[in-house]
């Protein structure tokens, strides 16, 4: 079983940055880690994702070139750097997990098998 834990959220202003980070305990093989976000307005949307093995790392549009995905294989955590924040970023993160997940499908949540509880990250303006 598979288990993940978000942190690292919380207020920044506009253009500041922050670091999340999702500790993972046990192992699901190779697949993908990924972070999504959602907002009360929205449905869950795809942010970033790093696949196993080779490392290859995907971004929405909307956050290329400000976030980074990352991960510490030693440390079996996967982290976000994310700077030059906006507004539009003010949403709850979450971590994501999962085995045998094709290209085409890394930005669809409901390929994911394990997920996080969350960080709730507001940039304010």
């Known amino acids: 079983q598979v288990q993940l834990a978000e942190s690292g959220g919380g207020l920044v202003q506009v253009g500041g940055s922050l670091r999340l980070s999702c500790a993972a305990s046990?192992?699901?093989?190779?697949?993908?880690m990924a972070w999504f976000r959602q907002t009360p307005e929205k449905e869950r949307e795809f942010v970033a994702a790093?696949?196993?093995?080779?490392?290859?790392?995907y971004y929405a549009d909307s956050v290329k070139g400000r976030f980074t995905i990352s991960r510490d294989n030693a440390k079996n955590t996967l982290s976000l750097q994310m700077n030059s924040l906006k507004p539009e970023d003010t949403a709850v993160y979450y971590c994501?997990?999962?085995?045998?997940?094709?290209?085409?499908?890394?930005?669809?949540?409901?390929?994911?098998?394990?997920w996080g509880q969350g960080t709730q990250v507001t940039v304010s303006s």
């Open positions: 994501a997990a999962g085995s045998g997940i094709i290209l085409s499908s890394l930005r669809v949540p409901g390929q994911y098998n394990y």
């Open positions: 046990g192992t699901f093989g190779n697949g993908a």
């Open positions: 790093l696949r196993r093995p080779g490392g290859h790392t």
